[in-house]
């Protein structure tokens, strides 16, 4: 079996056990590949199974996601016609402007979110979970796969993450501005008001997020089925006053645009991925709802009043073509203005809720799975496991948006940076479930190439069209995505380096265990020692030896293992081994959704014949002093790099809930 291990309880790092004619430890330092972050996830096929619910819970589940999973792709008609509409401003006859913007954002909610996302992508789930990181460990595992491909979906795995983090310090700023711009439209005068008013509800949103958003997360799904109707109503509205309007879904009238300009239509394929921002996060949290109900949320609520909605405004613009500026406000009444800014503003901050949470999330999943340094991760809901709260990411986010609203003062502005981290993840996710979609589920190669090619195309198109805007303020989610890459990149391969150098200096458990009561004082009570190997001593425990000349009369040494799988069925939670003189192996595994709980786990080996009385034990993990070698292989910034991450990670007494008063930590120096 080949699994996610940790090395002496510090961080988890990628291992690959060698099975038989596979790559051998040679090749690759405890099957850690310094270009392959994905290395050591389980091969052959996976049995899938995404949560299942019956006709009593579909319609609460279907609330719930509509109060998560819609709150992106739910505001986007606050600025993504208006953005597109405008790309053509002078170049394009008012009526082939609007026509072929509103034909382009209908088909791409069509191809893009429905087609890809709802109908094909979220059938690749990670035994019920999706997203990024879920969906390139699915493909990972993937048959008949070789090395190369492998590392190219692990480095898409990293730079779709890093990209993720990018758009969530956007998304807060442009959805929560693009709603309170709102109130300039009913009084010029209020125009002063608009960042102000953004960095005050932006700055709650975030000191919030330590209490928990369990409570107020119950009123999101009302809240937006109250919002998607309004959309769907005022749309409407506007659309039985000029019903040619819906000549708009042939697709001829964005064709037209190309005839008429090419550049600037290419130009405004960058404005049309606004209308499809949010779309990762129908699969993402699927392993929150389940699979049917996203999908009939988006079916049944959400797509229609989208579609009401853009095609409202696009019969605004035929009536009214100045009212480009304030596209969506253009079909809403004058006694609504004021009612529909708080109602879009609310929307806005379930938004902005929704993309701190995926934050979150991955977060987590990246500090399991050993791509970030242990980061301190608080459960805010004692019901669900969900609600997390991440302080030091929650910090960092802050600081940017605001920084984000400060600099660009605008949504306008804000939506050229707007497009290019969420067009980068859809390519990436085009790629990973064209992998699953030909090798596990079995669909014909000519199929998988023609359907996910003509796919990839289009993102392709989109995401070069996003390219162009870099220089209007598009480099900024890729300057932090870069940073976020960097950071990861610098810490895998510090990883690899770091357990190289301890893998050399280690001693094996069997020879140790041959010499342990030789002239060594053996103590009453239980010696709990953190490792990365059950085939190895710990550090630790050499150091306390040599230090106390003493070992417990019961010594355990507890190695955590991080599957690649969200989630792990207690009855696979430990794997137990006697080892004789007192010494015992005990294997807790994690799915990467889970945070590992050490002594709780133990408690776990009596059903196994190893009574364990954890609230006496005594707790032994590593503190390692890292100075640079005279050689190192990082070089001499990212070795820099590495030593400050190593140094800012989370004690390991608090990321694997040891108690305080019972760990002593054992300091040694090693060099990198």
């Known amino acids: 079996m080949r ?38 996830v389980p091969e052959g096929d996976v049995e899938h199974k995404a949560p299942d619910c019956n006709r009593h819970t579909m319609f609460g589940l279907m609330l719930g ?39 382009m954002i209908f088909w791409a909610l069509i191809l893009v979110v ?69 109130l300039k439209v009913e009084n010029p005068h209020l125009a002063s008001l608009v960042v102000p008013l953004s960095l ?39 659309l039985l006053r000029t019903p040619g309007i819906l000549a708009a879904f042939n697709p001829w009238y964005g064709l037209l645009m190309f005839l008429h300009a090419p550049w600037v239509a290419f130009v405004s394929l960058g404005a049309v991925v606004l209308a499809v921002t949010g779309c990762e996060a129908l699969y993402a949290d699927m392993g929150h709802f389940g699979r049917k109900p996203i999908q009939y949320a988006w079916l049944f609520v959400a797509l229609p009043a989208l579609l009401l909605n853009y095609f409202g405004q696009g019969a605004a613009l035929l ?55 242990r980061m301190e991760i608080r459960h805010t ?14 910090a960092l986010l802050a600081v940017g948006v605001i920084l984000i609203v400060l600099i660009f003062k605008s949504s306008d502005a804000l939506t050229a940076a707007y497009g290019i981290a969420v067009s980068g993840v859809m390519v990436i996710d085009t790629f990973n479930a064209g992998i699953v979609a030909g090798k596990q589920w079995r669909w014909p190669f000519w199929f998988v190439i023609a359907l996910f090619g003509a796919i990839g195309v289009s993102d392709l198109r989109i995401f070069t069209a996003n390219t162009l805007k870099i220089h209007e303020g598009g480099w900024q989610p890729l300057f932090i995505a870069f940073c976020v890459f960097l950071g990861m990149d610098t810490w895998r391969r510090g990883r690899r380096v770091h357990l190289e150098k301890l893998r050399s200096e280690s001693l094996p458990l069997s020879l140790f265990l041959e010499r342990a009561d030789k002239s060594t004082v053996r ?12 085939d190895i001593v710990p550090g630790a425990l050499l150091h306390n030896l040599k230090h106390n000349k003493i070992l417990h009369e019961r010594v355990v040494i507890a190695n955590v293992v991080v599957e690649d799988t969200p989630l792990v069925p207690p009855a696979q939670r430990l794997e137990v081994e006697k080892l004789g003189k007192g010494f015992y192996t005990v294997r807790i595994h994690h799915g990467f959704y889970e945070m590992p709980d050490v002594p709780q786990a133990l408690q776990e080996a009596r059903r196994f014949g190893l009574a364990l009385d954890v609230d006496t034990a005594t707790f032994f993990i590593g503190r390692e002093t890292l100075v640079q070698a005279e050689r190192s292989e990082l070089g001499v910034l990212r070795n820099r790099l590495y030593r400050f991450l190593a140094g800012a990670a989370l004690s390991p007494a608090r990321f694997y809930h040891l108690p305080p008063n019972r760990v002593v930590e054992l300091g040694t120096q090693v060099s990198i």
């Open 523 to 534: 103590v009453a009570g239980l010696g709990v020692f953190l490792s990365s190997r059950t």
């Open 3 to 40: 699994v996610y291990r940790f090395f002496d309880a510090t961080q988890p790092v990628i291992t690959n056990l060698p099975e038989p004619g596979q790559t051998p430890a040679s090749e690759a330092v405890a099957g850690y590949h310094a270009s392959d972050p994905l290395a050591g």
């Open 381 to 394: 809901s004692a019901t669900d496991y969900g609600q997390i709260y991440v302080p030091r990411m929650n």
């Open 319 to 373: 009536r009214n073509p100045e009212q480009a500026e304030i596209a969506f406000f253009s079909v809403i009444p004058h006694w609504a203005h004021i009612p529909m800014v708080i109602l879009a503003t609310l929307a806005a901050i379930i938004a902005s809720q929704a993309v701190i949470t995926g934050v979150f999330s991955m977060t987590q999943q990246a500090v399991q799975l050993g791509q970030l340094p």
């Open 114 to 182: 429905t087609v890809k996302y709802v109908l094909i992508i979220m059938r690749a789930d990670n035994n019920g979970e999706g997203g990024t990181l879920a969906l390139a460990a699915l493909a990972h595992r993937s048959p008949s796969m070789t090395r190369r491909v492998k590392a190219t979906i692990g480095i898409g795995a990293i730079v779709g993450l890093a990209l993720f983090f990018g758009d969530g310090i956007l998304t807060p700023a442009v959805t929560v501005m693009a709603a309170v711009e709102g």
């Open 65 to 103: 996601a509509m109060g998560v999973v819609f709150g992106d792709i739910g505001t986007s008609p606050l600025y993504a016609l208006r953005a597109t509409v405008l790309a053509t401003e002078g170049a394009l006859p008012n009526h082939v402007a609007v026509m072929g913007s509103l034909s």
């Open 200 to 238: 005050v509800i932006l700055t709650s949103l975030f000191l919030i997020q330590s209490r928990g958003t369990h409570k107020i997360g119950q009123l999101f799904g009302p809240v937006m089925v109250l919002w998607f109707v309004a959309l769907g109503g005022f749309g409407l509205a506007s």
